[in-house]
């Protein structure tokens, strides 16, 4: 609205503002901080304890789901190199061939 040609009692008159110097200060954080700057920055808010939590215990089973899956894969990879191996056994085995 200030950008817009308003002065900045008609500003806080449209929206409600009843002290102007409250306005002056937003405006001022505004222009220097962008929206980070009109954010509330008062003590730990619970969400964002909350956030906290939720992004560590996701980092933890990533971790975990990491771990298995390379547990996981060197499972599979000595099944089917001991497969390998087993069928080679059975190929050059002569008391596999029927006669």
């Known amino acids: 609205m200030r950008l817009q040609g308003m002065t900045k009692q008609k500003v806080a008159e449209v929206l409600g503002i009843e002290d102007l110097g409250r306005l002056k200060v ?10 980070y700057g ?3 920055h008062r003590g730990r808010r619970r969400e964002y304890v909350d956030e ?3 992004v560590r215990r996701l980092e933890m089973e990533n971790a975990v789901l ?13 099944r089917s190199i001991g ?4 069928l080679d056994n059975v190929i050059a085995s002569p008391s596999s061939v029927k006669k």
């Open 52 to 54: 906290d939590r939720y």
């Open 38 to 40: 009109l954010m509330d």
């Open 83 to 86: 497969s390998s191996k087993s």
């Open 66 to 78: 990491k771990k298995w899956l390379a547990i996981t894969k060197a499972e599979v990879y000595q």
């Open 26 to 35: 937003w405006m001022s954080r505004y222009k220097k901080m962008g929206e």
